[in-house]
């Protein structure tokens, strides 16, 4: 039997500026993780997942209408991972077989809501680990990377695949995603195997070193939001807003590479300076958009953790899910974790997630 995991990621900073090619941010995998096996079976296959069976199907309402939201699905990631990494099998001249796939997840509570820990992204990333092993396709890292995002964007296609990078490589990175729309070109004419050798423009994906005393705190306020959705509506106002928008690209720009240098020069200061400018530019992205980003339980998160010398801002797509605090290593951090308990924030007993976990198979 093949077994696989792939972490969950929180972003750092640089949200949704990370949409457009060549704007860098700052994402961290996390030691939860979501665990595919596979094993051979005979004439009929199976997929079983515990991110599914009995998992209510969240839908919403579009002009009125109710629809179903594929993208928060995570069946759909599976099988867009398995028909990818499939097809990749057999241009390569493969022989397709049967096999029974489980997936397990430690990135989804019981009913259905999620964490905003990244769970579709390493759903992804681990289906196509599995299939990699129980195919002997002998991908590399950025291989791996690359299938997982061509399957995702088959999914969900507004989003920067910064997750994909975060579950496949670990640890701190700075991604700055693809020309999305050079890859829609390439993928009309080329075969997958050749789309996989390509250099995509605009991607660049590099580990960060962790400063000594870096503390990352993970604060979650509940009422989990789609990110696809919020993707949707900073998209639909960016067209209007150009001058503005524009302006935020390269601002979160500016502040992400500060960040990155405060990573590669040990400089926690530097750090914590640029997750409040972050955070501010998230503010001024909600003003241009209307978006909220920063809910009021997330702006209380972040003024606690700042009355204990925390630096902190929202993670991700914001909405609720998940607030983010940098500290020193040197600072305690009990009151602030009480502090979060009476303000009904749950801190996440989550760690940065750096080696490889033993693979078997
Ligand atoms: O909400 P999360 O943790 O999935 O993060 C989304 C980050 C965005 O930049 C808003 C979208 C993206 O795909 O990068
Ligand atoms: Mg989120």
Known sequence: MIEVSAPGKLYIAGEYAVVETGHPAIIVA?????????????????IQSEQYSGMPIRWTRRDGELV???????????????????????????LLSFYDLKVTSELDSSNGRKYGLGSSGAVTVATVKAL???????????????IAALANLTVQDNGSCGDIAASCYGGWIAFSTFDHQWLQEQEKQHTIVELIEMDWPGLSIESL?????????????????????????VHRSRKEKMVAYQKFLQDSTLCVHEMIK??????????????RKNRQLLHELSSITGV????????????????????????????????????????????LMSAWELAEITPLPLHVYSNQRKEKG
């Open 292 to 335: 909220l980003i920063e809910t009021p339980a997330l702006n209380k998160l972040c003024s606690l953790a700042e009355e204990y010398e925390g630096a902190a801002k929202s993670s991700g797509a914001g909405g609720g899910d998940c607030g983010i605090v940098i500290v020193d290593q040197k600072s305690g951090i009990l009151p």
């Open 132 to 146: 990699n092993m129980f195919y002997a396709l002998n991908l590399t890292q950025i291989e791996i990377f690359k």
């Open 209 to 233: 070193p962790t400063p000594k005393d870096l503390r990352l705190l993970i604060g979650w306020t509940g009422s989990p939001a789609s990110t696809s959705d919020l993707v949707d509506q």
């Open 30 to 46: 996390i030691d939860q993780f979501v665990t595919v096996t596979v094993e051979t079976a005979r004439k009929v296959g199976s």
């Open 262 to 275: 405060g990573f590669k020069e040990n400089n926690i200061d530097l750090i914590q300076a640029m997750i």
């Open 68 to 94: 179903l939201d594929i993208r928060e699905n995570p069946f759909h990631y599976i099988l867009a991972a398995i028909r990818l990494t499939e097809k990749y099998a057999r241009e390569k001249n493969i």
